[in-house]
């Protein structure tokens, strides 16, 4: 306060006033968290759909691939008619199991491929595009399966007997014995394997940026930037 020709007046600038450019200084009463918008590794609920069904459909349609590999290396069992009943060729032969072994085996290939595609093309993991990773899976699965029993052997066992006649060897239907562990082999593999790949290289957190009236900082708010001459050395308020 100073006198002047019989007149007080006050300070211009209030003691202890806050340097708004201060980074360490304690945030003022009001200020919150600002998360940061519009960010393509941070996108908002309506984007996070969209990618989660895109990965849903993506995902469902690879099982096409999965059954015509299925098709492909899964081994045949062989049937033979003596002209009243179907046998099997070798009664000891494994190729009914080698055809849910050839399945998982795939499925969980095609699981550790979406899982690091969709890890590489959205580096965040969130909620709704896990799930949309493993509905996929399931769809993909069944997908898979359904189309390698379409395009293989026809299930019309009796039917094929007698067309091909007695004695002469011929497969059976392409099946899978134990469907429900084949179908979850592809969504738990893609799961565990997405995890461990956005552990590892997905993005990380941005610091907290606190922004309220009369405060700046300069970490994380969108659009912050460092003041020219970079941020007051020591951490101290200027005058």
């Known amino acids: 306060m100073a006198w002047h020709d019989g007149t007080v007046t006050a300070p211009l600038t209030p003691p202890h006033q806050p340097n708004p450019h201060d980074p360490w200084q304690n945030p003022p009463s009001g200020s919150h968290l600002a998360p940061a918008h519009g960010s393509p590794d941070d996108p908002d609920t309506a984007t996070e759909l969209r990618q989660a069904a895109l990965v849903t459909v993506l ?7 999965l059954g015509l590999l299925w098709l492909w290396l899964a081994p045949r069992v062989p049937l033979v008619s003596d002209g009243s009943a179907v046998f099997l060729q070798n009664s000891e032969g494994e190729e009914a199991i080698g055809a849910d072994g050839t399945f998982v085996l795939l499925a969980a290939v095609f699981g550790a491929l979406s899982a690091a595609a969709v890890a590489w093309r959205l580096r965040r993991g969130g909620v709704l595009v896990v799930v949309g990773l493993a509905l996929g899976g399931v769809l993909g699965s069944l997908l898979g399966w359904r189309v390698g029993v379409w395009l293989g052997p026809s299930s019309d066992v009796v039917a094929r007997a007698r067309e091909v006649g007695k004695g002469v060897v011929f497969d059976a ?17 893609a799961l565990a394997l997405h995890l461990l790949l956005t552990a590892a290289f997905g993005v990380r957190e941005p610091e907290p940026a606190w922004v309220g009236e009369g405060w700046t900082s300069y970490y994380g708010e969108p659009g912050a930037g460092v003041p020219p001459g970079g941020p007051p050395a020591g951490g101290q308020g200027g005058s």
């Open 59 to 65: 995902v469902a349609l690879a099982g096409i691939g």
């Open 173 to 189: 239907p392409l099946e899978l014995h134990a469907v429900v562990v084949a179908v979850l082999v592809w969504p738990f593999v």
